[in-house]
């Protein structure tokens, strides 16, 4: 079955701690998405990327980065530097053309 | 900046009613609009994609319309079920040449809840 997983489900992260998320996909989509998710609220974007090493910073980029190494994967690191981390991420992928995004289950992470 | 609102928050309604969510948007130079279905802690589910020349579209008991020039979109569910009980959000693909990144601006949603 074709589609984006998303893992660990659950996660949690110490201060001062750095945690990775990841995402794959085996749609063969060119471009990949982040969006955080706060209760009760709609998704913000992160970052993005339409093409393989390269990414671009979407509205709410600060304490977060990304790299796109290969096609199928877009991991998202949590930086120290983000300071309200809590939060439900989804990562998301398209094709090049006019098409809707496909999301995956999403993780939680928590403040231990 | 664009900005998108779902009113009301929250719905709910008795199972067999058609019912109505509402999407506004401040800019009108979209591409696209998309209604979506998130189910409590997993993803979004695409409903329906209406491009910004067009009016409406049909998915089943779905119904999206889209009117560009007062911001507006509405999603109609006909005949509603428990299982359509989920969070609907609306999304519009911002506008302009350079926005080659399909970037999407969401709506805070509508939790609907459709009682047996």
């Known amino acids: 079955d074709g589609g984006i997983t998303q893992s660990p489900k659950y996660l949690f992260r110490k201060e001062g701690q750095n945690v990775t998320l990841s995402c794959e996909q085996n749609?063969?989509?060119?471009?990949m998405y982040w969006y955080r998710q706060d209760p009760g609220q709609g998704l913000r974007l992160i970052y993005y990327?339409?093409?393989?090493?390269?990414?671009q910073k979407g509205d709410i980029a600060e304490g977060y980065s990304v790299s796109r190494e290969k096609k199928e994967s877009f991991p998202l690191t949590v930086t120290s530097a983000q300071k309200n981390p809590t939060a439900f991420y989804l990562c998301?992928?398209?094709?090049?053309?006019?098409?809707?995004?496909?999301f995956g289950d999403g993780t939680r992470l928590s403040i231990l | 900046k664009q900005e998108v609102t779902q009113i009301p928050a929250a719905l709910s309604v008795p199972e067999g009613e058609n019912l109505v969510l509402n999407c506004s948007f401040t800019?009108?130079?979209?591409?696209?609009l998309q209604w979506f279905r998130q189910d409590p802690g997993k993803g979004l589910t695409s409903l329906l994609l209406?491009?910004?020349?067009?009016r409406e579209q049909t998915s089943g008991r779905l119904n999206a319309s889209l009117d560009k020039s007062s911001g507006r979109s509405t999603l109609y569910i006909a005949a509603s079920q428990p299982g359509d009980s989920a969070t609907y959000l609306c999304?519009?693909?911002?506008?302009?040449?350079?926005?080659?990144?399909?970037?999407?601006?969401f709506g805070g949603g509508t939790r609907l809840m459709v009682k047996p």
């Open positions: 998301a992928s398209t094709p090049k053309s006019n098409q809707p995004q496909h």
């Open positions: 749609l063969n989509h060119d471009a």
């Open positions: 990327s339409q093409i393989v090493n390269d990414f």
């Open positions: 800019d009108s130079a979209i591409y696209n």
């Open positions: 209406i491009q910004s020349s067009q």
């Open positions: 999304a519009v693909r911002r506008g302009g040449l350079r926005n080659a990144g399909n970037m999407l601006t």
